[in-house]
Each structure stands twice: as structure tokens, then as C-alpha cells.
């Protein structure tokens, strides 16, 4: 494991079996991991210091996101979820949380369909990656086809919380390509989600929570935080933040993180 210098925590490079990873620590308490989604880590520090609040956060930034170097030898989500297994065995000796946003709850369920015996507890947060529709039936936004700034009326609940990308400097914009780019490499066909992960779900035996916010537009399926959790043969929930879109994490990240902690300390029913 190598220090990777950083003005604004703790990184660690971590050398795994699938390949390198780099791994943001910070906060105080029981470990819990984060799973970034589409953008990395760019918008995510206030979600990040409210868990950080109450817990040991180990964010992973996932391979092609700019911060972490991509590699030929990931070729898929499912090759994204073998990094989440890699890194979560390799740096802790019992189950551990583990949260995923979006694409990276995609990753998430990946993980803790083969790895059950890793996870002590599974929140999704307004996941991506399965399709329950008919065939001709989109189950997301098409993200490439959609004007930009439609599309980011659509991920937000509250316009005002939008990010502006004039705040970001040269070298955040860099990461931004970088993750628009591995979107696109891990998402494209078929098209965010994985014909075999909702069959799998019954493979999903940690406690599991779901959260949604209200006013996701990204997401074209009704219900589907209920679908997601009525697929989960584990004891599952489901929370719906009022007001929010699919950037639940940037739009309420105290909220996020409050229900997050209490699903965390709560024991299964």
C-alpha cells in the first residue's frame, strides 16, 4: 500500500489482484466503503464528511475515473464489482458496509451477488443496472442523446442544487472526461444495466437498503426502488427522500447520511 499525496485527504494506493486501486480515508468509527457513481468523486465532499461524521470512510475510486488509471483488463461492470470483492478482502478481516451511488451501486449489487460473505449490510442509493421493462421499453435517459442541460434537470430534484461546472478547475474537468469516458466504456450495450443482475439478486442475502429520491427523472421504471427490494432475497427496505432527484447524495447529503446511519445501527427485523 503506497501513500498518494493529496491536499485534501488521505489517499492510499492499493495494489489488488484485479489491479491498482486508489482509496480515499477519512472520518472516524467503524469502516464502512463508498462506491462512487457516474461523475467519481467530484460533488460528493459533503455527503462524504457527513458519513465521515459517524464512520471510517474508505471511498473506492473505481478504475478509468480519472483518479484511479483504467486498465484493458476491465472490460465491464461485472469487472468492477471483482475490485469492490478484491479490495473489501484484502483490507478487512470481517463483513463490512458497503454504499453505492447510482453506477456504483450497479457495481455494488455486482459484488454482493457472488461475495455475500463480504458485506455485513448493502445500501443502494438510487441504483442502476437492472431492467425490468419489455424489451422496447428504455429503463434510463439516454444520457448521450439528451441536450445537456435537460439531462441535468432530470438527475436533480432542486435546480438550485445543480453543481456549476465554472467552479471546477482544470484538473477537476480532467476527471470529469475521464468519468464520462468509463461511463461509456462499462455502460453503453447494453445500456446501463446487466440482463442477468435482477436473476441474481436472489444471491443478495445481506440486509439491504434502498433509497430513492422523489423526484428521479433519471430513471424511467415506476416503483423501482420497490422493484429493486422486492429482488433482494435478504432482509431489505426501501426509503424514499422527499424532493430529490437522482443525485440523492449531493442533493440531501445530511439526510442521505442520517438514514444511512440508521439503517446502519438498526438489527434485522
Not at 484538473?171 to 446487466?194: K, M, N, Q, S
Not at 441474481?200 to 429493486?228: A, K, Y
Request: hydrophobic share 40%; proline share 6%; with cysteine.
Amino acid at each position: 500500500m503506497k501513500q498518494v499525496p493529496d491536499t485534501t485527504g488521505c489517499f492510499e494506493e492499493v495494489q489488488l489482484s484485479s489491479g491498482i486501486v486508489i482509496v480515499e480515508r477519512s472520518g472516524h468509527g467503524p469502516p464502512i466503503i463508498l462506491v462512487h457513481g457516474e461523475d467519481g468523486s467530484l460533488f460528493l465532499r459533503p455527503f462524504i464528511e457527513a458519513l465521515g461524521a459517524h464512520k471510517e470512510v474508505h471511498l473506492i475510486n473505481l478504475p478509468g475515473w480519472g483518479v484511479t488509471p483504467g486498465s484493458n483488463d476491465i472490460e465491464g461492470v461485472d469487472d468492477l464489482g471483482l475490485v469492490l470483492s478484491d479490495y473489501t478482502m484484502s483490507q478487512f478481516a470481517s463483513p463490512t458496509p458497503v454504499i453505492g451511488l447510482s453506477l456504483g451501486a450497479w457495481v455494488t449489487a455486482q459484488a454482493a451477488v457472488f461475495g455475500q460473505h463480504l458485506f455485513s449490510k448493502v445500501v443502494l442509493v438510487s441504483p442502476i443496472g437492472i431492467k425490468t421493462t419489455a424489451r422496447e421499453e428504455r429503463s434510463y435517459v439516454d444520457i448521450w442523446a439528451t441536450d445537456p442541460g435537460e439531462l441535468r434537470h432530470l438527475l436533480y430534484g432542486d435546480p438550485s442544487r445543480i453543481p456549476d461546472l465554472r467552479d471546477l478547475d482544470d484538473d477537476e474537468f480532467l476527471r470529469l472526461a475521464h468519468a464520462t469516458e468509463a461511463v461509456a466504456r462499462h455502460g453503453w450495450a447494453p445500456y446501463l444495466y446487466d440482463p442477468k443482475l435482477a436473476r441474481r439478486l436472489v444471491r443478495l442475502t445481506s440486509q439491504t437498503l434502498i433509497v430513492t429520491g422523489t423526484e428521479d427523472h433519471f430513471v424511467l421504471e415506476p416503483s423501482f426502488g420497490e422493484r429493486w427490494a422486492a429482488l433482494v432475497t435478504g432482509a431489505s427496505e426501501h426509503v424514499a427522500i422527499q424532493g430529490v432527484g437522482h443525485r440523492a447524495e449531493e442533493e440531501a447529503p445530511h439526510e442521505l447520511a442520517a438514514v444511512i446511519h440508521k439503517f446502519l445501527e438498526s438489527q434485522p427485523s
